[in-house]
């Protein structure tokens, strides 16, 4: 945190206002840098570690030039002034939450744009006239082709993790969509780091730019401490795991695989420390409800993906463990950038199997991190002090079946379901099923509407590992179009069960006990 306030830096009285009562006045570097260029409209390339600010030192201008240049206009429906491209549904929706505020000062409305959900909320919104549109490439293309949006009003863009979004098959997106927009307008690209094709952007979209770079390009958080722990195998790994997990503050667990976050964050929660999960194979409202789980503090722990690692904003998040270690540098920083945010401390810690100390060795090498390492169990006088108080145990929520269809749904009794269960086990020995069992004629599985077997009707498409189509953004599956969006409530906190429909899900888990 700098000396200099926002009033110094010439911010706009509208905006101050609404800094001061969410306790900002003074500057983190990244803004002292970039405001006196961004608030005149310059193009701008900022560089900043992970936490240092970005989000508020382009919202910030992008509110302050709109709103002046809006003030006594119209808004037109479908035609947006200002636009933010980010990689991910959960930055997406944490810029929006910066940007909303500010741009409420002026009278301005923004919306989010990504895929994943109904695109009926997002079409309305744009048809009302929306200002400032926060969007993932991929869902952001596929309503510009369907005629619902436009960008030929658009006089500020932001790109959001601009390393990112020059990689992993963003940059065709990004580029089509950029030679959408108005080439005379103000262009910010902010990223923690400025490599992979963002010169590609640089050189083709912004005009005489100022580049700001208020630290190296992999610089670690000053005020982040880094471990690492070398474990004898998987069963000393799992205790230290549960250990580490334990302590009463907010922590983040990385894992390589979904299937591997989901089973972690089930075990812990059995174990009397409340879990959630966040990986590409939730839908958007288990996403929303995990994280909010999460930052409410209903769940301690969150065990995620790297799909986490540019997405959860969270503050006070004390310590991100590395159950299993990145892949690669890069990962291991934005890994690590989820504690010791905005000037507060946070300790990272690396979990080291046999056999995986030269990978590791590497990966802090090219991180630019220095740890030794440590070999520990779970009652070492390391971890003790690294977890501190440990957080009282909660009993886990019981799951209390429930029926799959009352008398009144669909014209089907219990007792009907036992009839319709009889007719097919009789079918299935003799050859010929009665009508209401799950098996038809010449013991051939019954079908319904579509021509589909019955025994299709229940399940989930599985999900690749990796997307062809730009952006995490559309990761998550939509679920059974039959029962999307109708709840019917659930007993909240991690582990609890949510009723939709006729289907009993455990949340986060995809489990279901119903047809």
Known sequence: MSDITFRTLGVPAPLLDVLAKDGKTEAFPIQVDTLPDTLAGRDVLGRGKTGSGKTLAFSIPMAARLGGALAGGSRRAGRILGLVLAPTRELATQINATLEPLASAYGMTTTTIFGGVNQNRQVAALKAGVDIVVACPGRLEDLMQQGFVKLDAV???????????????????????????????????????LDNGVDKLVNRFLENEVLHSVDEAHSPVAAMTHHVFHVDGADAKKELVKTLASGTSRRILFM?????????????????IPSVDLHGNLSQPARDRNLAAFASGAAKVLVATDVAARGVHVDDVELVIHVDPPMEHKAYLHRSGR??????????????????????????????????????????????????????????APTVEQPRRGQGQGGRSQGANAQRKRAAREGAAGGQAGRGGEAGRGGQPRKDRSGRPAAERSGRPAEPSHTSRPARENAAPQGNPRTSGRRAGHSGGAGGKLMVGSVVRQNGTGRRSGR
């Open 155 to 193: 006089e500020i863009t932001v790109i959001d993790e601009a390393d990112h979004m020059a990689d992993l098959g963003f940059l065709p997106s990004v580029t089509r969509i950029l030679d959408k927009t108005p080439r005379g307008g103000q262009r910010m690209l902010f990223s923690a780091t």
């Open 256 to 272: 390589r695989t979904k299937h591997h976050a989901k089973k972690l964050a089930q075990q812990l929660t059995a174990q009397g």
């Open 339 to 396: 504690t010791a945010r905005a000037g507060a401390e946070g300790s990272v810690v690396t979990l080291v199997l046999p056999g995986q100390e030269k990978d590791v060795k590497d990966l802090l090498r090219k991180a630019a991190i220095t740890a030794t390492p440590v070999k520990v169990s779970a009652t070492s006088p390391e971890v003790t002090e690294l977890v501190g108080e440990v957080a009282a145990y909660v009993q886990p």
